[in-house]
C-alpha cells in the first residue's frame, strides 16, 4: 500500500484552492513503467502539499559549434545555397586556403575573421524544479506530518537496498510532479502553465532547517517536534524530453513515453 501525506490536514486543507502532489515510484528499464501515466497508478509514495507561491523551473539546453549548411560547405545543399552557380561555389571552397597563403606573404599586420558554424543542439534540457516550503504546524499532529513528509522525501530520493543481498541496492526511484485544484481550474492548466509540465524525474536534492533563523531560541511541541520547519527540495528531469506537436495538442514526452507511445505521437 502507498505510503501517503499531506499537509495542511483538515480541516485547514478545505481552505486551500491548489495543490502540488509528488509521487515516486520504483526504477524499470520498461518504456511504460518510466512514464507519468504508470507512476500515477503505480507510486509507492504520495504527498500533496500547498502550491508554493514560488515554482522554479530552469531549463538549459547544451549546444556546440557545427557545421553551417549555408556556408561555403562542399555538399549538395551548400551547391543549392550558392545563387552564382557553379563558378562561385568553387571560389567559396578555395577561400580559406587562399586566405592561409595570403597570410604567409602579407608584409602588414592585418586580421581576417568569419565565422561559419551554427549552434547544434547536442542535448535537450533536462530542467531542474525548486520548491520551497515554510511549514508552521497549528498542533502537535501536523507537526508528525511535517515529519512525515521531510522523511519520505529524503528515504525516497535514495536507492533502496535489496533484500537478502545487502551490498546491492536498486536504482533511485522516480517522481512526478503534479497539481490539483479544487476548484474550477483544471488540473492539467496548473501543471502545465504554473509548473511546466514536468517530466519524470529524480529528487536531486534537499534542505531542511529547523527553526527560526531569527529567533536564538529553539521552539518545539510537547512531541518534541519543531513547530517551524523551512524545506526546499529540488527535482531534476530523469530523461530529456522532446516536443510531440501533433499529440495532445503538442505537448512535451520524455524519451521512454515516446518509445512507449509509438505510433501515435507522431
Not at 1 to 30: G, N, Q
Not at 54 to 70: D, R
Not at 240 to 265: I, M, R
Amino acid at each position: 500500500m502507498a505510503i501517503f501525506h499531506r499537509y495542511p490536514l483538515t480541516p485547514y486543507a478545505d481552505e486551500l484552492p491548489f495543490w502540488c502532489i509528488f509521487k515516486c515510484a520504483p526504477y524499470s528499464v520498461i518504456n511504460e513503467k518510466r512514464t507519468r501515466q504508470y507512476i500515477r497508478s503505480n507510486q509507492l509514495a504520495e504527498i500533496w502539499l500547498p502550491f508554493t507561491s514560488e515554482p522554479k523551473m530552469k531549463l538549459e539546453h547544451e549546444f556546440a559549434s557545427g557545421a553551417n549548411p549555408v556556408g561555403p560547405v562542399a555538399s549538395l545543399a551548400g551547391l543549392k545555397n550558392t545563387s552564382g552557380g557553379d563558378d562561385l561555389f568553387l571560389e567559396r571552397l578555395s577561400a580559406p586556403a587562399a586566405a592561409f597563403y595570403e597570410a604567409a606573404f602579407t608584409t602588414d599586420t592585418y586580421r581576417r575573421f568569419s565565422n561559419i558554424t551554427e549552434a547544434t543542439m547536442t542535448s535537450e534540457a533536462r530542467r531542474n524544479f525548486s520548491f520551497k516550503y515554510l511549514f508552521v504546524p497549528k498542533n502537535p499532529a501536523e507537526s508528525e506530518e511535517v515529519d512525515n513528509i521531510v522523511n519520505t522525501f529524503k528515504n525516497y530520493s535514495y536507492p533502496k537496498v535489496v533484500p537478502n543481498l545487502p551490498e546491492r541496492t536498486f536504482p533511485q526511484n522516480l517522481w512526478i510532479i503534479d497539481a490539483a485544484s479544487n476548484g474550477q481550474v483544471t488540473a492539467e492548466y496548473l501543471t502545465n502553465s504554473w509548473l511546466g509540465d514536468p517530466l519524470p524525474c529524480v529528487l536531486s536534492g534537499m534542505q531542511v532547517d529547523k527553526g527560526d533563523p531569527a529567533d536564538p531560541v529553539l521552539k518545539v511541541f510537547k512531541n518534541a517536534r519543531a513547530v517551524i520547519t523551512l524545506l526546499t527540495i529540488n527535482f531534476t528531469e530523469f530523461e530529456t524530453g522532446t516536443f510531440a506537436p501533433s499529440y495532445q495538442n503538442g505537448v512535451l514526452l520524455s524519451k521512454s513515453e515516446v518509445s512507449f507511445l509509438g505510433d501515435a505521437v507522431g
